[in-house]
Each structure stands twice: as C-alpha cells, then as structure tokens.
C-alpha cells in the first residue's frame, strides 16, 4: 500500500490549492478515500472523505464550503482542492484509504501566509 501526496506549497490567505494523492497497492476504485492533516503540536485530524463511486462525501466542519474532495478512479488518484484558505489551514495533508490503512505517505505541506 503506497500514498504519494503532491500540490503543496505556501500560499496567501484567501488564496487556492490543488492537492493530489496516487494511491497503489488496494483496489482503488472499490475504496473510500480521505483526508487528514496535521498541524504543528497537533494530532492529526479529518478533513474529508469520499465513497468508491464519488456519490457520498463528508467534510470536517472547520473546511466545509471551502474545501472539495474529488477522485478520478481511471487514475488511481484523489484530489482536494482547497479555497479560502486560512493560516488555521497550515498543516501536512495526507490521503488515505477508508477504511484506514497502517500505512501513511510523506503527506504535502501546506502553509498559508502572508
């Protein structure tokens, strides 16, 4: 089972991001996939997931309106895209399989700043 996190990066309050995930080792298109992050001295946290077929999604209220999960199943790879970003946003944002597996990739930083 291997997650491969991208699209981070520093960026302004109020700005937008993309984050993709590339997921291998499981039957993708059969699994749900989320989203966590962590923040600096925090525990990591929820932040959205999506059912197999893309029709069922729950967000984290803290990124409600803001943040959109999507997947493309052709691709293995789910997406978040992230808007109105806040500095509260800062943290590595890792995807994983639901249910959740043992294993965790190198997550991709976010940081919002001005």
């Known amino acids: 089972v291997q997650f491969v996190e991208s699209g981070g990066g520093l960026v302004q309050p109020g700005g937008s991001m993309r984050l993709s995930c590339a997921a291998s080792?499981?039957?993708?298109?059969?699994?749900?996939m989320g989203w966590f992050r962590q923040a600096p001295g925090k525990e990591r946290e929820f932040v959205a997931v999506?059912?197999?077929?893309?029709?069922?999604?729950l967000y984290a209220d803290s990124v409600k309106g803001r943040f959109t999960i999507s997947r493309d199943n052709a691709k293995n790879t789910v997406y978040l895209e992230l808007n109105s970003l806040k500095p509260e946003d800062t943290a590595v944002y890792y995807c994983?399989?639901?249910?959740?597996?043992?294993?965790w990739g190198q997550g991709t930083q976010v940081t919002v700043s001005s």
């Open positions: 994983q399989r639901s249910p959740t597996t043992n294993y």
């Open positions: 999506i059912n197999w077929r893309g029709g069922n999604i």
């Open positions: 080792g499981f039957t993708f298109s059969s699994s749900g």
